[in-house]
């Protein structure tokens, strides 16, 4: 390497961020402290009510948090029990807390092991929490001797907990202590969920000991989004950020039903593309590249692991709807699109019907929507039409990150 490149690289070590001085402060797992959550007073006092006989090892009361996604459940959750194990400890109470994210963790055994895992400390008890090659069952035993030997009550955290792939494991935590399985440690479950669907999938005597209290979180509106993204203007230098920056990503989470990691996702971004670009400040086309970019990696997201041909149905609304006033399109409209697509793209060529069905598929997943009325021209009955959720841009711009689509408009 020549000394100039060597030169080089040392000034870029050693030159401060000219943008942030605490980026941390903007991740979405940072935790913030009590003077940085805002506009939770009233969830952060009902669940605290609910925690409380825990302080001193009484048994808590099960809750399900319902709400949108970024609208603070998980973080209130979090932040509730870790003041009450502070809380307890002083009481001279054992109260220990486990998070699961069921997004990661889906099935009864890892569940259990993680659990069992998170709570045992084996030098004080000679257990062992092996990560495989034990029964489910074997692993309950584990885990209620763990509980009883090292805790007076626990709070197990269940994020995302629509996304578990079996129930038991709810039904055996939510009733340990009437079952028998556990002689003194008490278990107390909050529960966090995105549909309120998920309760038709729950057991009768499961729901009813789960949901012995329940909320749901309301969206913030644009003043909350602001004053969130205000409490953590620290992550960046003093007057980095120009006066439009913040109201302008809070216009745009708020949006978007009101999500707070959408908010300060854009606020990060904004200050990475400022830094990228060489500015000593960030303005509002970073916000709104920002945006952009937010729900391109979104959809991408949501995109990846779709079919071809489900991208393809997409991909030929998107090109229907780019550019048009017209934002709803029949089957049959989209159908002639989706067969000239095909053909560009060299793949089979389903049948309408299938087509249709791809389309509905993606409707569930929320990147599209749906309605039915009766169909454009005489004589016609009743028929579906579809509509993005996104801009048919954005839209593009996710699928065609997939190398077979990035050809097709050239
Ligand atoms: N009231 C608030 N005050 C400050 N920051 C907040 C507030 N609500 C949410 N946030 C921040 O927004 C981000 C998302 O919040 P959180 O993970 O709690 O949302 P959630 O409702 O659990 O969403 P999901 O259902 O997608 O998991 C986090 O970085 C969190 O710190």
Known sequence: MSDESQSSLDSIWQSEDPIFTNKELLDIEHIPDEERIIGRDDEISNLANGVHPAIRGGKPRNTIIYGKTGTGKSLVAKHVTQSAERFAQKEGTHLARAYIDCTQTTTETQVVIKLARSFNDPEKTDI?????????????????????????????????????????VLMQLSRAGEAGKLESCKVGIVAISNKISFKDSLDERVLSSLQEREFIFPPYDANQLREIMRHREDAFHEGVISDEVIPLAAAFAAQEHGDARKALDILRNAGELAKDDGSDLVLEEH???????????????????????????????????????????????????YEQLTKTLDIDSLSQRRMADRLNEQAFLDILGITDRVGRGRGKGMTNFYYLLEDPKVVQTAIESDQRFSDVKS
Request: hydrophobic share 40%; aromatic share 8%; glycine share 2%.
């Open 128 to 168: 062992s929490v092996p990560l495989s090659g034990l029964s489910t069952n074997a692993y309950y035993d584990r885990l209620w001797n763990i509980l009883d030997a090292l805790h007076d009550v626990v709070i197990i955290i269940l994020d995302e907990i629509d996304k578990l792939q079996e129930n038991n």
């Open 287 to 337: 916000v709104r590249d920002a945006r952009e970019q937010a729900d391109i990696d979104r959809f991408s997201k949501l995109l990846q692991d779709q079919p071809t041909q489900s991208k393809a149905a997409v991909y030929a609304l998107s090109l229907l709807a780019d550019g048009q006033k017209q934002e709803e399109f029949s089957t049959r409209e989209i159908y002639e699109q």
